[in-house]
């Protein structure tokens, strides 16, 4: 079947005030929307659109039926979102499966209630996630290589010596010197401890990071908003300027801007993608993106945040390796569709780019586009149209069978059953969640 299906975009500070809006066809609020869920977590499920008799979740229609509407007789495995990031997320991590399950059922021993702020685990599966860009997208992801992070910190000691702040520059200094050994999973993991300890060195490093790059009036809380910068020196390369800039912008003195030196900057273009493992530490900085993940809202925060955190769990859960690239390829797998297949059993993400029949024989389509697209649905499939507007047509086999048609524009969504393939005509661009392997 091809259910329409929607939900109430989640107000987090962090959000970007018009771009859900825009997207979804509704008027600003005037408050932040940062996250549009569109799956059966229980957090927040998503709704059978114009459902009668009272509101129907798809929490509801898979229990109804879960041999025809669920995975292996039960919810979905994975939760497709769209974010509309306006400013910084906290640096965060994920617990793997193992990890998960044993955190879960030791806080439900200890009876700590599910919604205790200081709750760590909210359930017992992993939150491998995986990102593609819809506008440029700019992250922190993934340790890089510690000589670079010891480069930078000397070059904003540098640069906070000469803006008059001395203290802060020797503090830069010292932090540097904790870098500097032959393990170097074993000096971050005691990095992250000793830069939430209340050791007086890390403020008056974090005043010398704030001198070294300093704020503009008037900028805007994300990099991809942030004006010139007014670089003090300008061997600091641009985007970590820049980056740092925002960081120290809205979240002031706190240890999280300085373990983001630690990690890579990544730009991302609409299309490339970031694929973020169980363990891997990470922050979205600014941009609009389609998010999918495992079925789980597990988080173990590093800092840039008011809530909770949990320094001695997250660095028993965090893997301190080395990351060479955190960008993710995709497979072209027909004419305008792509597909990012991680190692995950949850989950996989399809982008169908769509033309006009007229275009595509005049030889005048966009790139990597087709006149239509078709894909089996061996598992349900939650579809999201974030450009133009696509029908989405299933004709069952035999002679007697029956076609279901859908016509979804920018901002609608569709969960569809499993069962015949689909084929996807139109003009524009559709995403595509569906169980990996």
Same mark, same amino acid.
Request: charged share 20%; hydrophobic share 45%.
């Given at each position: 079947?091809?259910?329409?299906?929607?939900?109430?975009?989640?107000?987090?500070?962090?959000?970007?005030?018009?771009?859900?809006?825009?997207?979804?066809?509704?008027?600003?609020?005037?408050?932040?929307?940062?996250?549009?869920?569109?799956?059966? +977590?229980?957090?927040?499920?998503?709704?059978?659109?114009?459902?009668?008799?009272?509101?129907?979740? /798809?929490?509801?229609?898979?229990?109804?039926?879960?041999?025809?509407?669920?995975?292996?007789?039960?919810?979905?495995?994975?939760?497709?979102?769209?974010?509309?990031?306006? *400013?910084?997320?906290?640096?965060?991590? +994920?617990?793997?499966?193992?990890?998960?399950?044993?955190?879960?059922?030791?806080?439900?021993?200890?009876?700590? =209630?599910?919604?205790?702020? %200081?709750?760590?685990?909210?359930?017992?599966?992993?939150?491998?996630?995986?990102?593609?860009?819809?506008?440029?997208?700019?992250?922190?992801?993934?340790?890089?290589?510690?000589?670079?992070?010891?480069?930078?910190?000397?070059?904003?000691?540098? *640069?906070?010596?000469?803006?008059?702040?001395?203290?802060?520059?020797?503090?830069?200094?010292?932090?540097?010197?904790?870098?500097?050994?032959?393990?170097? @999973?074993?000096?971050?993991?005691?990095?992250?401890?000793?830069?939430?300890?209340?050791?007086?060195?890390?403020?008056?490093?974090?005043?010398?990071?704030?001198?070294?790059? =300093?704020?503009?009036?008037?900028?805007?809380?994300?990099?991809?908003?942030?004006?010139?910068?007014?670089?003090?020196?300008?061997?600091?390369?641009? @985007?970590?300027?820049?980056?740092?800039?925002?960081?120290?912008?809205? %979240?002031?003195?706190?240890?999280?801007?300085?373990?983001?030196?630690?990690?890579?900057?990544?730009? /991302?273009?609409?299309?490339?993608?970031?694929?973020?493992?169980?363990?891997?530490?990470?922050?979205?900085?600014?941009?609009?993106?389609?998010?999918?993940?495992?079925?789980?809202?597990?988080?173990?925060?590093?800092? /840039?945040?008011?809530? %909770?955190?949990?320094?001695?769990?997250?660095?028993?859960?965090?893997?301190?390796?080395?990351?060479?690239?955190?960008?993710?390829?995709?497979?072209?797998?027909?004419?305008?569709?792509?597909?990012?297949?991680?190692?995950? =059993?949850?989950?996989?993400?399809?982008?169908?780019?769509?033309?006009?029949?007229?275009?595509?024989?005049?030889?005048?389509?966009?790139?990597?586009?087709?006149?239509?697209?078709?894909?089996?649905?061996?598992?349900?499939?939650?579809?999201?149209?974030?450009?133009?507007?696509?029908?989405?047509?299933?004709?069952?086999?035999?002679? %007697?069978?029956?076609?279901?048609?859908?016509?979804?524009?920018?901002?609608?969504? /569709?969960?569809?059953?499993?069962?015949?393939?689909?084929?996807?005509?139109?003009?524009?661009?559709?995403?595509?969640?569906?169980?990996? @392997?």
């Amino acid at each position: 079947m091809l259910i329409f299906i929607e939900n109430t975009p989640r107000a987090y500070a962090w959000g970007s005030k018009d771009a859900l809006p825009d997207m979804l066809g509704l008027a600003p609020t005037g408050e932040p929307q940062a996250e549009l869920w569109l799956g059966t +977590h229980p957090g927040s499920p998503a709704h059978v659109a114009k459902a009668s008799a009272g509101a129907r979740t /798809l929490i509801d229609l898979v229990e109804s039926d879960p041999d025809r509407y669920g995975v292996d007789g039960g919810s979905l495995p994975f939760l497709l979102k769209v974010l509309a990031i306006g *400013a910084p997320l906290s640096l965060q991590v +994920h617990p793997d499966l193992e990890q998960a399950a044993a955190g879960y059922a030791a806080e439900e021993a200890a009876g700590v =209630p599910r919604e205790a702020p %200081h709750r760590n685990y909210g359930d017992p599966n992993h939150k491998p996630e995986l990102l593609v860009a819809l506008s440029e997208v700019t992250a922190l992801s993934g340790f890089r290589p510690l000589a670079e992070a010891r480069r930078e910190l000397l070059l904003l000691a540098a *640069a906070a010596r000469r803006a008059g702040a001395a203290a802060g520059a020797a503090a830069l200094e010292q932090v540097e010197e904790r870098l500097r050994g032959a393990d170097p @999973g074993a000096l971050r993991r005691a990095f992250l401890e000793w830069v939430f300890s209340g050791d007086p060195v890390v403020a008056r490093a974090l005043d010398g990071i704030s001198a070294a790059v =300093p704020c503009a009036e008037g900028a805007g809380p994300g990099p991809a908003a942030a004006g010139p910068v007014r670089e003090a020196d300008p061997r600091i390369e641009q @985007g970590r300027a820049v980056a740092l800039r925002a960081l120290v912008s809205a %979240h002031p003195g706190d240890p999280g801007v300085l373990v983001s030196v630690l990690l890579h900057l990544v730009r /991302l273009a609409p299309g490339e993608a970031l694929y973020l493992r169980a363990r891997q530490l990470h922050a979205y900085l600014s941009g609009i993106a389609v998010e999918v993940m495992a079925s789980s809202d597990n988080v173990l925060r590093a800092g /840039l945040t008011p809530k %909770h955190i949990d320094i001695a769990e997250l660095c028993r859960v965090v893997d301190t390796d080395e990351i060479a690239e955190p960008r993710f390829a995709g497979e072209r797998v027909a004419r305008g569709l792509v597909a990012w297949r991680p190692d995950v =059993p949850d989950f996989a993400l399809l982008r169908a780019r769509l033309c006009d029949p007229e275009q595509s024989a005049g030889g005048n389509a966009p790139a990597d586009s087709a006149p239509a697209v078709e894909m089996p649905a061996r598992h349900p499939l939650v579809l999201m149209v974030t450009a133009g507007r696509v029908r989405v047509e299933r004709r069952a086999e035999g002679e %007697h069978g029956l076609s279901e048609v859908a016509s979804a524009r920018r901002g609608q969504s /569709l969960y569809v059953s499993a069962g015949d393939p689909i084929r996807l005509t139109g003009h524009g661009e559709v995403f595509l969640a569906t169980v990996g @392997g």
